[in-house]
């Protein structure tokens, strides 16, 4: 539906549920995604997941990701906490394909969905937390015109260890 130079942003549909519920169970996949403690999902699990992410959602705007060139679908990105009054939402991104990371994918989504929050939903500004060991993600992000805003200290526990959460922000017109 919003198409970027790589990937196209679409709704969710029934092909995709096996793809969701293997990244959700893949320890290595959601260990950088993820602050809550990482438990094993189930197929009915994911799929009453994937059944809120509708057009008809209120306060949640996700979008699977699939490539341009062959229709893979290779992760999902979107809005949660989306503050209507201040024209704020928050920005998640998960590329659950291990081969499609490092190639573009995920900024040309990011981008892409920061065209969509700023054109169509008239957000003023999009932010991001991002784990302090998840360097990947935290150049991506910066690569999208993301600046580093602040520091969560010991926010997040993983692996026995309390780690810093990193919030980024991107200010409508300041790049994308």
């Known amino acids: 539906m919003y198409e970027g130079k790589l990937v196209r942003l679409r709704a969710f549909d029934n092909s995709d549920l096996m793809h969701c519920l293997n990244y959700s169970n893949d320890y290595e996949v ?5 602050g809550a403690i990482l438990f094993p999902s ?3 699990d994911e799929a009453r997941a994937m059944g809120q992410n509708t057009s008809y959602s209120s306060g949640e705007y996700q979008f699977a ?3 341009i060139e062959g229709g893979r679908f290779i992760g999902k990105c979107g809005f949660t906490r989306v503050n209507w009054k201040n024209r704020l939402a928050e920005l998640a991104i998960l590329i659950g394909e291990k081969d499609c990371r490092g190639k573009g994918y995920g900024a040309d989504a990011i981008r892409t969905l920061c065209r969509f929050g700023f054109e169509e939903m008239n957000l003023h500004k999009i932010k991001a937390l991002v784990f302090d060991f998840n360097e990947p993600a935290l150049r991506c992000y910066e690569a999208c015109w ?3 805003e602040g520091l969560l200290l010991k926010e997040m526990y993983r692996e026995g260890a309390y780690h810093d959460v990193v919030v980024l922000g991107l200010i409508r017109d300041a790049g994308i």
Do not use: K, L, P
């Open 30 to 34: 959601m260990r950088g995604a993820s």
């Open 42 to 44: 189930t197929v009915d």
């Open 146 to 148: 993301f600046q580093r």
């Open 65 to 67: 990701i699939e490539t």
